[in-house]
């Protein structure tokens, strides 16, 4: 079955410290990968994604994204993380599923920054 | 960029009643939309596929009856909660597809639905 795993609830950081937020996909043939970030109650802002070319993305707010197909990840990262980065973050994945390519999500983790 | 528009952002409304939650896609036609339900601090749960013109696809275990999809138009689709209950409390996410941009999904806002 396709998947997406995010295998840490939370991350915490010092503020100015680099950062990672870990994701892991299990899926058939070549996938496309995504980052977003949700503030409370508010929906999902895009980051950045990954669809083919450069395995190095970089997306908004100074985050970047690698692509390793052998190790099957695209861990999120960013070299020196703010306060205002506190947020809950999802990887996700889509499909070519018919016409539509549905997102399918991992479980989020929460990045809180310390000041 | 492209952006959903979202209503309402919450509704408060009594058990057994049915509530209708809107998403526009406001500068692109959106031939799919999807709709996603979220727990708190948990993730998106993708509930259906709304296609324009043609009945939405549900996810295993989603009650079509008990949401309907709407999708009458390339820039309007409609979840209905019918029958609400408490435990259909959530968190409602819609997102379409621009097919403008190379696997581009824009989010709404959400609705925050409470049933009491």
């Known amino acids: 079955a396709q998947s997406v795993a995010q295998p840490e609830d939370q991350v915490n950081v010092a503020e100015g410290n680099p950062l990672t937020v870990k994701c892991t996909y299990s899926?058939?043939?070549?996938?496309?990968l995504f980052w977003y970030v949700q503030y409370p109650n508010r929906g999902l802002q895009f980051l950045l994604k990954?669809?083919?070319?450069?395995?190095l993305v970089k997306g908004s707010y100074g985050f970047e994204a690698e692509f390793n197909k052998s190790q099957t990840s695209f861990h999120l990262k960013k070299p020196s993380a703010l306060v205002s980065d506190s947020a809950l973050y999802f990887c996700?994945?889509?499909?070519?599923?018919?016409?539509?390519?549905?997102?399918?999500f991992g479980q989020g983790t929460t990045l809180q920054v310390k000041p | 960029g492209a952006v959903v528009s979202q209503h309402p952002s919450w509704v408060i409304c009594k058990s057994g009643t049915s509530v209708k939650i809107e998403c526009r896609s406001l500068d692109f036609q959106a031939t799919t939309m999807f709709w996603y339900r979220q727990f708190p601090k948990q993730s998106l749960m993708l509930m259906a596929t709304?296609?324009?013109?043609?009945?939405?696809?549900?996810e295993q275990g989603v009650e079509k009856d008990k949401f309907l999809i709407n999708h009458a138009s390339l820039t309007l689709s409609t979840l209905t909660v019918t029958s609400a209950h408490p435990e259909d409390s959530s968190f409602y996410i819609c997102?379409?597809?621009?097919?403008?941009?190379?696997?581009?999904?824009?989010f709404g806002s959400g609705t925050r639905l409470t049933v009491v």
């Open positions: 996700a994945v889509s499909f070519r599923s018919g016409n539509t390519g549905k997102l399918i």
């Open positions: 997102s379409a597809r621009d097919w403008g941009e190379a696997y581009g999904y824009t």
């Open positions: 709304s296609n324009e013109g043609s009945k939405a696809t549900y």
């Open positions: 990954y669809i083919t070319g450069d395995n």
């Open positions: 899926v058939s043939g070549n996938p496309y």
